[in-house]
T-cell receptor, first 111, second 112 residues
């Protein structure tokens, strides 16, 4: 199992701006998953992108995956105060490996 | 409503006591997981179960125990052997290892 490393650790932006978070990993993957956690709550799954996909969209979310660079990015467009949360990436290598969650990116969106 | 529930939301324990955290899911998922989260940190895997009557230790299993007698239920017991149990505990379920995980709302355990 491998852990994704999110960057930056913290991000502070104004409402309406875009937020970009990055994730790097070390070995080949089957898929990579992004989750959001609001303060004091459980994690919510956002997007799963498979290793043969390069880009995926869901509403205001856009995830890219570059397997040659072993990296992924999560873009939130036109951010809202409600997007304030921690965001985690979890690379999955398949088989008997487990999802490992890093420390996440803490996003603060100011009205 | 399909989902995963945890109870209680808040739990207080005196030192030396065992406590059991409940996790129930009605998603018909085979796999279930327990994670621990400390302030400002990521999640650490305590135990997981991929099928009824079977479970495996995660990275920080010492001081914890689990059972998986029913597909829907995966309770976690925090024993007195766990030296620093104050934390936020999250349960998750998964249809198959290649799919996303669904999380419960968490239980915040405080040792007094």
């Amino acid at each position: 199992s491998q852990q994704g490393e999110e960057d930056p650790q913290a991000l502070s932006i104004q409402e309406g701006e875009n937020a970009t978070m990055n994730c790097s990993y070390k070995t080949s993957i089957n898929n990579l998953q992004w989750y959001r956690q609001n303060s004091g709550r459980g994690l919510v799954h956002l997007i799963l992108i498979r290793s043969n996909e390069r880009e995926k969209h869901s509403g205001r979310l856009r995830v890219t995956l570059d397997t040659s660079k072993k990296s992924s990015s999560l873009l939130i467009t036109a951010s809202r105060a409600a997007d304030t949360a921690s965001y985690f990436c979890a690379p999955f290598s398949g088989g008997y490996n487990k999802l490992i969650f890093g420390a996440g990116t803490r996003l603060a969106v100011h009205p | 409503d399909g989902g995963i529930t945890q109870s209680p939301k808040y739990l207080f324990r005196k030192e030396g006591q065992n406590v059991t955290l409940s996790c129930e899911q009605n998603l018909n998922h085979d796999a279930m997981y327990w994670y621990r989260q400390d302030p400002g940190q990521g999640l650490r895997l305590i135990y997981y179960s991929q099928i009824v009557n079977d479970f495996q230790k995660g990275d920080i299993a010492e001081g914890y125990s689990v059972s998986r007698e029913k597909k829907e239920s995966f309770p976690l017991t925090v024993t007195s052997a766990q030296k620093n149990p104050t934390a936020f505990y999250l349960c998750a379920s998964q249809a198959g290892v290649y799919n996303e995980q669904f999380f419960g709302p968490g239980t915040r355990l405080t040792v007094l």
